[in-house]
């Protein structure tokens, strides 16, 4: 088997070492080898970003633009084959990998347009006679660290922008996933980027993200992955006063009201808190229902959870794929124990389950009776498990809602304008749903939550422009 190298200075380069990339549905079937780069490698990397930092903040926009449009293109025309990529390493089933490559391309698409649409300001000075112009340009080499659950959609909405407005890269992505980050690099390379433009080094975080979080020529840390990494990561970014754009965990409510469509909120809920094997940063892991709706919403849950086939994520009619890995089940079936011994009820699901082949398969679990103060309520448990907790009443609901120390997405399910208004409004957290699940958002709009699940300006969008430029105002006299 071929090992697939990293990126750097223009070369695919061999690592310090190889790593297996297996595949969870089955894990015996080898997926790829993927180079693991050093410390010194990953300073060649940031090097070569730094080297090729002038000539393309300040290049042919056409020439950025028309890379960006090609990359999007290509990632487009092979979704198929990237998303059977993706779901055979990280395991979200088929159709979820195909969704998740093309919003990739759609990203790629949209930043090739922005890279046009830089617009600045120009203002009357207080001063007679004098210009004021705002403008926007680059930060320099940007260091992107990524998490495995959405291997090639996290990817590009930090790749796209950062090289749209004029920076350069070195991408460090999980070491779970390097196959899908790989073949993202391969199409870049195609589209054209210049050598040190876009750099990958793919390896383990305490060695590659070490050193791009500690080095004095990365101007700028974005990253997502979890709250302990996140603040590790910052500490030590802050410290030489880098730019940081940071997006972590969440415990999100999806708040069902009485007056609620049964079927929509069933539907909301399943979708939110179970696909994609509920590995999603904004899965509703919090199902928040008052009293007079809750026995037949989780009769009606329940139901739905039953009849969900967890199988191998590349086999058709499967609804939900395994568990990443061996130690993410090993933390989902320690929750699940959590849960009972805090005496919620476990109704239905929240063993693990065997199939054809050997893989991490979990059954979807839903716990009731459940209260806030339960740490299966406080804590991001990153797997296929949610809990009910009941409220007397809508103002209860919300008040739950808010009460946790995230604040990444908010759902209610409701027919009511009053109270759908009312939550919009005061619901603490970046993106609201109403009628939605809290997982699945648009590629052109802002992304990013509050409290202690996000930290810096937004991810995605026009918004991406505050990370990923510097303000310059200018005055001009005659
Ligand atoms: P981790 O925080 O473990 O890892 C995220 C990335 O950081 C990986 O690339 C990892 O490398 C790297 N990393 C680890 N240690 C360091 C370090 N010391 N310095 C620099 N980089 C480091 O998260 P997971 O990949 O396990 O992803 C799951 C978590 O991500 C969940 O908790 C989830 O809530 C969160 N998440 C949040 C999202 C959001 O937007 N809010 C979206 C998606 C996920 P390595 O390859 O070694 O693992």
């Given at each position: 088997?071929?090992v ?7 070369e695919?380069?061999a ?11 089955n ?7 993927y ?23 300040t290049g042919?926009?056409?020439?950025r ?14 979704k ?6 993706l779901?055979?390493e ?6 979820e ?8 391309g759609?990203?790629f ?17 207080v ?12 930060i320099g ?12 959609a ?22 779970l ?6 073949a ?9 980027l ?9 390896g383990r975080?305490?060695?590659?993200g070490?050193?791009l979080v500690?080095?004095?020529d ?5 990253f997502?992955g979890?709250?302990?990494t ?20 969440g415990k999100?409510?999806?708040?069902v009201?009485d007056?609620?469509d049964?079927?929509?909120a ?16 904004t899965?509703s892991?919090?199902?928040i ?5 809750h026995?037949?919403?989780v009769?009606?849950?329940t139901?739905?959870l ?9 086999a058709a009619?499967t609804?939900i ?6 130690s993410?089940l ?17 109704a ?17 679990a839903?716990f ?13 448990i990153?797997?296929?498990v ?10 209860e ?5 808010n009460d946790?120390e ?8 409701t ?6 208004s ?13 009628n ?6 648009d ?10 699940s996000?930290?810096g300006?937004r ?20």
């Amino acid at each position: 088997m071929n090992v697939c190298n990293n990126y750097i200075a223009g070369e695919w380069l061999a690592g310090a070492a190889v790593t297996v990339n297996r595949n969870p549905s089955n894990v015996a079937d080898v997926v790829g080898e993927y180079a693991q780069a050093d410390a010194a490698q990953t300073r060649t990397a940031v090097a070569a970003a730094k080297a090729a930092f002038p000539a393309w903040a300040t290049g042919s926009i056409q020439e950025r633009s028309n890379i960006l449009d090609r990359a999007g293109s290509e990632v487009l025309a092979r979704k198929d084959e990237l998303g059977r990529l993706l779901s055979r390493e990280e395991g979200k089933t088929l159709p979820e990998g195909i969704g998740e490559a093309m919003r990739a391309g759609q990203i790629f698409k949209f930043f090739a347009g922005e890279v046009l649409r830089a617009a600045g300001e120009k203002l009357p000075s207080v001063r007679p006679g004098v210009d004021v112009e705002v403008t926007r340009e680059p930060i320099g080499v940007v260091g992107l660290i990524t998490p495995w659950n959405f291997p090639i959609a996290i990817p590009a909405w930090k790749i796209a922008p950062a090289l749209a407005h004029g920076n350069t890269v070195v991408f460090k992505p999980a070491d779970l996933v390097p196959g899908s980050a790989w073949a993202l690099a391969e199409i870049l390379v195609k589209a054209g980027l210049p050598a040190g433009v876009f750099n990958l080094v793919m390896g383990r975080g305490s060695v590659v993200g070490e050193v791009l979080v500690n080095h004095p020529d990365v101007a700028a840390i974005s990253f997502t992955g979890s709250v302990g990494t996140g603040r590790a990561i910052a500490a030590k970014a802050i410290g030489r006063m880098a730019k940081l754009q940071l997006e972590m965990g969440g415990k999100n409510p999806l708040v069902v009201l009485d007056d609620a469509d049964l079927a929509v909120a069933v539907n909301a809920a399943t979708q939110g808190a179970y696909y994609s094997t509920g590995q999603r940063c904004t899965a509703s892991s919090r199902l928040i229902v008052t009293a007079g709706i809750h026995d037949r919403f989780v009769a009606a849950l329940t139901a739905k959870l039953k009849s969900l086939k967890v199988d191998d994520a590349l086999a058709a009619g499967t609804d939900i794929g395994p568990v990443v890995d061996q130690s993410q089940l090993d933390q989902d079936l320690a929750y699940v124990e959590v849960g009972k011994a805090e005496g919620a009820t476990l109704a239905v699901g929240g063993e693990r389950l065997q199939r054809a082949n050997d893989g991490f398969y979990l059954a979807p679990a839903l716990f009731t009776g459940t209260t806030n103060a339960m740490r299966i309520a406080r804590e991001e448990i990153f797997g296929p498990v949610a809990c009910v907790i009941e409220a007397k009443d809508y103002d209860e609901a919300l008040a739950l809602a808010n009460d946790t120390e995230f604040g990444l997405c908010s759902g209610i399910v409701t027919t009511s304008l009053k109270h759908a208004s009312h939550y919009k409004r005061h619901a603490q957290a970046g993106m609201v749903m109403v009628n939605l699940p809290t997982a699945g958002v648009d590629y052109h709009v802002p992304f990013g939550g509050r409290k202690g699940s996000s930290y810096g300006s937004r991810e995605q969008g026009r918004y991406a422009a505050e990370f990923f430029t510097t303000v310059k105002t200018t005055y001009t006299a005659p």
